[in-house]
């Protein structure tokens, strides 16, 4: 009975910091709000019984790429100005729409998932073992989680890259 009760409010907890990053006018708050989602997304690998993932989750995207996305917005000081610039109606309206699409899509995959089911009791626990993680992660997973972590380094230069012409 707890679990349900437990998985409920964290999933609550995490839509809203969720929100929060996308509604946030102050990257700082957006950045804060996003640590909040990692943090429940760890609680959620918790309760599916995958402690390693959780571990890893609150290591690895609560703390160090997190602690590198602070520095990257404190690195920028974005004025106000330039913020309200970056923002137009048209990139909100294009993102939105996507961002409906996506999970319009999302809902039609786990619909047609065979067996999929929405009862957690009956849900399969995840082998959430060292080796099992480890085989996946080097066998089936490599490239994604290698483009990951090259796309972050991107991010990395190109806000150096940005800081440095603003000093100039």
């Known amino acids: 009975m707890l679990t349900p009760i437990t998985f409920y409010a964290v999933t609550t907890l995490m839509i809203a910091s969720a929100l929060g990053v996308i509604l946030a006018r102050q990257p700082i708050y957006a950045v804060l709000s996003l640590v909040v989602t990692l943090g429940a997304m760890a609680a959620l690998f918790v309760l599916l019984g995958a402690f390693f993932?959780?571990?890893?989750?609150?290591?690895?995207?609560?703390?160090?790429?997190?602690?590198?996305?602070?520095?990257?917005?404190?690195?920028?000081?974005?004025?106000?100005?330039?913020?309200?610039?970056a923002r137009r109606q048209t990139l909100r309206g294009v993102g939105g729409a996507l961002g409906l699409l996506f999970l319009v899509k999302l809902w039609h995959a786990l619909r047609s998932l065979p067996g999929a089911t929405t009862d957690l009791a009956a849900a399969a626990p995840l082998d959430g073992t060292t080796r099992a993680i480890g085989l996946r992660l080097f066998t089936t997973h490599g490239l994604p989680f290698e483009l990951a972590s090259v796309l972050v380094l991107v991010g990395v230069i190109g806000a150096i890259v940005l800081a440095k012409r603003t000093l100039d």
């Open 53 to 85: 993932v959780a571990a890893i989750q609150v290591l690895v995207y609560a703390g160090a790429i997190m602690v590198l996305f602070l520095f990257v917005v404190m690195l920028l000081d974005l004025s106000p100005e330039v913020a309200h610039r």
